[in-house]
């Protein structure tokens, strides 16, 4: 969440801020003003009505001890004015900050400088292509022929028990599932990351935490007779065990990591997209988050990026590294990273990992903080990133590694998946 402090102070920033992620209430920010000087006008109201009422007490107790109880009578009344003044105030004060923070939770992080011009996918900034010595010479069949030759995910069946776009990986599918799954864990906490197993339900105030909502109410799964809401991310829990805290400096850099299920309604997907492991409404993913002091951010988004790109090039597949232009960023981003792998079969790249900063939004709305060498209280600043996201990895793998009769896999899952190949 953007403060009202860096609005009220650097005002023509925030609206270039919002202009060049396409936000288009931009008259909200004059409205929050609007708001916040009317606010700051009470504040001040009260905080004079309070002073008099505190030096009209000390009178009246030095009136009393004289007898002078006529006079003591008469600033008595005058305090009970008082009281019923601070008491409206009070109230009119509640409803502008009510009103203010309504608008505040409506704006989107600005983009950092860093953050490529444009709207839409197609002005995103190539910013690295690698693993080209593991594309494959020829074709081959798409990952949704050889899923149902090596009996590895059953579309129909997923359609069957609960509907499009939650299927059953079956046989080596499912141990192809485990096995990524475990060897994501084991890279991350190998680089430092402490492994979370997080619910996959979480509370209105963990979504709104994240970024979730209001900006994706839409695409999430709830829960209504409970409030609850299916996570979109492990995202969305492991940031928020440190909601409302105060971090030790000495604890900082927090890495975290963490698999989970995640659910993702993805209102208005159709046609070829969505084909097979393309997009589903439910899958695994692993992920990492970070929470560090604002001045390490960026290094370390340097650093999150740098081993995601590694946990790819283990896996021997062709990816490459994009730089979000603005209107293609998240509500919450201030400068994201997606890694594509390309589908030989499909001739496409799959997005399989987004590695964001988002510096002090989420923070802010959840209050997670540490203090400085002075003992002065400030905002961390909360990164994260897919280590990976499974289905298109695993699509990858099985157009990328085919062979006339098996799956090679990478090495780097061979003692996971306990062999070197899938098999019909």
Not at 62 to 78: H, Q, R, S
Not at 121 to 142: A, D, H, I, M, R
Not at 168 to 181: E, M, N, P, V
Request: with cysteine; charged share 20%.
């Amino acid at each position: 969440m953007l403060s009202i402090q860096l609005i009220r102070q650097q005002t023509d920033f925030v609206k270039k801020g919002l202009e060049k992620k396409y936000f288009k209430s931009i008259h909200f920010i004059d409205d929050l003003l609007a708001i916040d000087e009317q606010r700051r006008k009470i504040l001040t109201q009260q905080e004079e009505c309070s002073a008099s009422m505190n030096q009209y007490a000390k009178q009246i107790g030095a009136l009393m001890a004289t007898k002078e109880t006529e006079k003591a009578d008469t600033l008595k009344t005058k305090v009970s004015h008082l009281k019923t003044q601070v008491t409206q105030l009070t109230q009119t004060l509640q409803e502008l900050e009510q009103q203010q923070s309504d608008i505040l939770l409506q704006l989107p992080n600005l983009p950092t400088a860093l953050v490529p011009e444009g709207k839409t996918p197609t002005e995103n900034v190539l910013v690295k292509q690698g693993g080209e010595q593991f594309l494959p010479s020829t074709k081959g069949l798409p990952h949704w022929d050889l899923c149902k030759q090596y009996q590895l995910v059953d579309f129909e069946l997923g359609n069957k028990v609960t509907g499009a776009g939650f299927p059953f990986y079956t046989h080596q599918g499912a141990k192809l599932q485990r096995a990524l799954i475990q060897y994501f864990l084991d890279f991350n906490t190998k680089a430092g990351y402490a492994e979370y197993a997080a619910p996959i339900l979480v509370n209105e105030e963990s979504a709104f935490g994240t970024g979730q909502l209001p900006d994706k109410e839409g695409q999430m799964y709830v829960a209504q007779t409970d409030g609850l809401y299916l996570i979109p991310t492990a995202e969305v829990p492991l940031t928020n065990v440190f909601r409302n805290d105060i971090i030790e400096a000495k604890k900082l850099p927090l890495r975290l990591t963490g698999y989970t299920p995640c659910f993702r309604r993805e209102a208005g997907s159709y046609g070829k997209d969505v084909r097979g492991l393309n997009r589903l409404h439910q899958f695994d993913k692993v992920e990492i988050v970070q929470l560090v002091e604002p001045h390490l951010s960026y290094a370390t988004l340097d650093t999150m990026v740098s081993h995601v790109e590694q946990l790819l090039i283990s896996l021997q597949l062709p990816y490459r590294i994009l730089r979000l232009c603005a209107g293609d960023m998240s509500f919450a981003s201030a400068l994201t990273y997606d890694f594509e792998v390309f589908s030989a079969a499909q001739e496409k790249w799959l997005e399989v990992s987004s590695v964001s900063n988002f510096e002090s939004f989420q923070t802010n709305r959840m209050k997670i903080r540490t203090k400085d060498e002075n003992g002065k209280t400030q905002l961390l600043h909360s990164l994260n990133g897919s280590s990976l996201a499974l289905p298109r990895i695993m699509a990858a793998l099985l157009e990328n590694h085919q062979t006339d009769n098996a799956i090679a896999l990478p090495p780097c899952l061979h003692g996971y998946f306990g062999g070197t190949k899938i098999i019909r």
